[in-house]
């Protein structure tokens, strides 16, 4: 046999292209409150705080006027954009054409920036009163200390009484935002006796999505600082998401780039936390 034969050896490529492992979109969208159609470069949603009846003494007296105390929270919209460019050229030294994996991983980051969006604002500073020009910081009151440890039985059961202390309607759903790492703490601190222990099992498996009056969702965007790891438990109308434009694609033809074909994507949004009662921050240690 020829020692030259390796010359003529065939190498096949694979024509797709495969998206590596990451967060497919948004998965907190859909646990806050929404609005759409936002115009301008601020929204702004007004509220009502809650008042007192107070009882009658007397026969024909004067009607009560009871005044309705009343606050506003401040949206700031935001733009996010990406694009890529495809050479026809590349397409034909790789035999792939990537125009649709591109879209896609495109929409995924569209869909991640809207989740890191609204971890923000959970936590950060929220903006009130007429103008949306006084800062609002989460109480500490409303947040649960990591104790030097990760998270525990002991640490859901005081977010939902903040909650509930809160007076928070028991008609809205509650959320919690998580890391694997913390479904593992969970999982590591529950004794194989306990009645929770399936439970949390069947949690960490991914069979249910709800413990404790939680549903919880996993995300790893999460913030992370000096080894404390910031959960997030809210109701559903706690946090709200405003949209001035969803994520829209395109694909063009850039004439200025050499005829290459660009995937673009864009959107305008922002989002606030509504009421401080109604989020709470799990503070999680891992060392």
Known sequence: MSFQITTAFVQQYSSNVAILSQQKGSVLRDAVRVEDNIVGKYAYFDQINSTSARQRTTRHGDT??????????????LDWDWADLIDDLDKVKTLIDPQNSYALNAAYA???????????????????????????????????AHASGGLTIAKLRSARKILRQGNVDKSIPLYMAVSAEELDDLLGTTQVTSADYNTVRALVQGEIDTFMGFKFIHTELL???????YCI????????????????????????KNYSTQVYYSMSLG?????????????????
């Open 64 to 77: 009560p006027l009871i005044s309705t105390p009343h606050a506003r929270r401040r949206v700031t919209l």
């Open 233 to 256: 438990a809210w109701a559903e109308d706690g946090l709200l998401l405003g949209v001035g434009a969803n994520p829209v694609g395109r694909i063009s033809e850039r004439s200025d």
């Open 110 to 144: 569209m869909g991640r920036a809207i989740d890191e969006e609204i971890i923000a604002r959970a936590r950060g500073t929220a903006y009130t009163g007429e103008a949306g020009a006084t800062s609002t910081t989460l109480p500490s009151a409303n947040k649960v």
């Open 223 to 229: 913030t992370e600082t000096s080894s404390v790891r």
């Open 271 to 287: 989002a606030t936390r509504m009421e401080e009662a109604k989020i709470v921050e799990v503070q999680c240690y891992h060392a």
